[in-house]
Structures are given as C-alpha cells and as structure tokens.
C-alpha cells in the first residue's frame, strides 16, 4: 500500500528564515494531498489541499509544491514567524477508493525570533 | 462550519479494562475515520466507517473495535485495554464525492492513558 515518508523530522529556523519540508509518496496513482498544521495539545487544521494536476499552489505564507514525475509533495513558509512553530504533516489519498489518508510521521518547527 | 466532537477528552484506564472513545459528526458526512497518533508515526488508521451499521478495518485494528449505530455517531471500542495502546486518539469525518476531494475534518482528540 501507499508508504509516505516525510522529511526533516525536526527543523529550526530564525524569523525571516525559509522552512522547506518535502514527503515523498509511493503510489503514483494517489490524487489528493493535504497540509495539515498542529498546534501543541490541538486538533489538526487544513493548510492546503492539493489536486494531481495542480503542481503549485500559494497560501497565505507559503507554497505548496507537487512534483508527480518524482512523487514529491513539498511545504515551502516563506518568511517563518513564531505563529508558525507547530508540527506539519503531509497527508495523501485517492488511489484507494475509501478515501483513506496515509499521513507523513510529521515534522516539528521551531521558529526562532 | 464543519464539527466534530469527541469524548471524553482525557481517560486514564487500568490495564484490562474496556474503555470506550465516542465521536459525533453534524457535518453529515458518510465516512468517519478513527486514528491514532504517537511520536514518530505521525497519525495511523485504525477503523473506518462508511455508513451507519458499517465498519472497516483501517492499518493497525488489532486490539479495537468500532461501532457506528447512525450517521453522526461513531465509537472506538478498547475490549481488553493495554499500555501499549496509551495514545492520542482523533476522530475525522469526511464525504466521498470527487467534489469533497477526499477532506477530513477532525476532532480535538482524546489522551488515553492505560496504566
């Protein structure tokens, strides 16, 4: 089945700084992924969905790269502030049929001031 | 706005016992999700419904059982609970059209802990 690896696990960065985290997937027929933030003892929250046929998306922030050729997802957070310390995972569906997500192990933030 | 709610939202349960985690969706969706999530793993499914009367074994089952008696409701059921299942626990719902693009919306989670 769909294997989803996620990388750094953790990542720290001066304000200003870009954070860059990538997820690399294994099923090339996957067709939707998702960004997902987490703040410390909170639920996750939606950053981005991704369609297949769409390679760059920008959210308030940052981007969100998909490379099919490579099976590679990236989150790019240009110009990191301290609101953006949190855990990131990557998450993907759609080649199964129940709409299950296969999520990233996650990568903890750290934006220093 | 979507909502998904889960209770309780902390348990402390002995080893042995049978511990019961309850998720409600107003969201209407046919699909509800349960996972759990440690350290390292990221979140992992443990059972899917996609319906009332229906459930599916997610990833790592072994250990749960699920109920789901109507659309809004969906239960993770501990039999005979152990340490090893001492985890956060989240409830997701979400549709199944090509229109909802495969979304989850999530619930706060629950802090089980089994001594």
């Known amino acids: 089945g769909e294997q989803v690896e996620q990388r750094p696990p953790h990542l720290s960065v001066r304000e200003g700084d870009s954070a860059f985290i990538t997820c690399t997937y294994t099923?090339?027929?996957?067709?939707?992924f998702f960004w997902y933030k987490q703040e410390p003892g909170a639920s996750l929250q939606l950053l981005m969905k991704?369609?297949?046929?769409?390679e760059i998306n920008e959210g308030q922030g940052f981007t969100v790269l998909l490379n099919k050729k490579d099976k590679r997802l990236s989150l790019n957070l240009t110009a990191a502030h301290p609101g953006d310390s949190a855990a990131y995972f990557c998450?993907?569906?759609?080649?199964?049929?129940?709409?299950?997500?296969?999520f990233g192990s996650g990568t903890q933030l750290t934006v220093m001031p | 706005e979507a909502a998904v709610t889960q209770s309780p939202r902390n348990k402390v349960a002995v080893t042995g016992g049978k511990v019961t985690l309850s998720c409600n969706q107003t969201?209407?969706?046919?699909?509800m999700y349960w996972y759990r999530q440690d350290t390292g793993h990221g979140l992992r499914l443990i059972h899917y419904?996609?319906?009332?009367?229906?459930?599916e074994k997610g990833d790592i089952p072994d250990g749960y059982k699920a109920s789901r008696p109507s659309q809004e409701n969906f239960s993770l059921i501990l039999e005979l609970a152990t340490p090893s299942q001492t985890s956060v626990y989240f409830c997701?719902?979400?549709?199944?059209?090509?229109?909802?693009?495969?979304?989850?919306?999530f619930g706060p989670g629950t802090r089980l802990t089994v001594l």
């Open positions: 099923d090339p027929n996957s067709y939707y």
């Open positions: 991704v369609f297949s046929s769409t």
């Open positions: 969201n209407n969706h046919n699909n």
């Open positions: 997701a719902s979400g549709d199944r059209d090509w229109g909802s693009y495969a979304e989850q919306f």
């Open positions: 998450a993907v569906s759609g080649s199964s049929g129940s709409w299950q997500l296969i």
């Open positions: 419904s996609y319906g009332a009367g229906s459930t």
